[in-house]
């Protein structure tokens, strides 16, 4: 694919306004992310995500992903401006150096646009503020085969650490943000089952039944859940912690929870793995 000219200074203003995008205010005004590493963009542009612009560095584009979203960009109707690497250290994110950026338009993460079956498994995440942390749930729902993720509160979705640590899934995971006021009526209406995961709660989770239409709730590591948690229908569990510590990490208890879930349900056949590498 032919590339325009290479950009060279960082104070460009293409390049200005693509490394704005690090910063929450800069997406929510433009309603833009920034999309940085390989594996990322690849699964990006499969996911049909909508892209903006697209800056390459010719030097750096040496793995399998790389090349395979570049020559993805031609179907998509991009053309990637071609930018020096010091350009491109201006714009990438951390110690990344795979050749390709992407500025893409958000997905929806509103709840009305979630479609899900009749026998979904859900994760619920609640105030959690780490970018990393709901990256690694999206990352697990994605693993485990859920249905789709609600966020109530805590970081934006499109942070870029959000959308590293979900190696790139955050673009294919059902996913919505909302209030916890709106997720329970929404999950209610479809008959889904609520189970809260509470470091008080009586039931080991490997004694609930996990399978069915379900929602696994889960809080952040700092507070836990909030009250609008405490309803007559909604079954608490826990994890035995039989150390000095009380609670896991929110994501190693999402991974606990939905592989137990899935494990109950039964394993499908596992889907032939994508071009872009391991699942």
């Not at 031609?74 to 401006?81: H, I």
Request: hydrophobic letters at 45%.
């Amino acid at each position: 694919m032919r590339a325009m000219p290479a950009i060279d200074s960082t104070h460009n203003p293409r390049i200005r306004a693509a490394a704005a995008l690090r910063e929450r205010r800069d997406r929510t005004a433009t309603g833009l992310a920034l999309v940085d590493g390989a594996r990322e963009c690849r699964r990006a542009l499969e996911a049909g995500v909508v892209v903006e612009s697209a800056f390459i560095c010719p030097p750096l584009l040496r793995s399998e992903d790389a090349l395979a979203a570049v020559t993805a960009l031609r179907p998509a109707g991009v053309t990637p401006l071609e930018v020096s690497e010091r350009a491109f250290e201006a714009l990438a994110y951390g110690d990344r150096s795979d050749g390709v950026i992407l500025v893409v338009r958000a997905p929806s993460t509103r709840l009305e646009d979630l479609a899900i079956g009749d026998s979904p498994l859900v994760l619920v995440t609640e105030d959690v503020e780490k970018p990393g942390n709901l990256g690694a749930v999206l990352r697990t729902a994605d693993a485990a085969g859920c249905d789709a993720v609600i966020a109530i509160g805590g970081t934006d979705p499109f942070n870029p650490n959000v959308i590293r640590a979900s190696i790139g899934t955050v673009f294919s995971v059902p996913f919505a943000a909302t209030s916890a006021g709106a997720a329970l009526d929404w999950l209610r209406a479809r008959d889904v089952r609520l189970v809260a995961a509470r470091v008080d709660a009586a039931t080991l989770y490997t004694d609930a039944d996990l399978r069915g239409a379900l929602a696994i709730i889960l809080g952040s590591e700092a507070t836990g859940l909030s009250e609008a948690w405490l309803g007559p229908d909604i079954e608490a569990v826990r994890l035995p912690m039989l150390g000095l510590a009380d609670s896991l990490n929110v994501s190693a208890s999402a991974a606990i929870l939905a592989f137990e879930a899935r494990r109950q349900r039964g394993v499908p056949e596992r889907p032939s793995t994508p071009a872009g590498g391991t699942r």
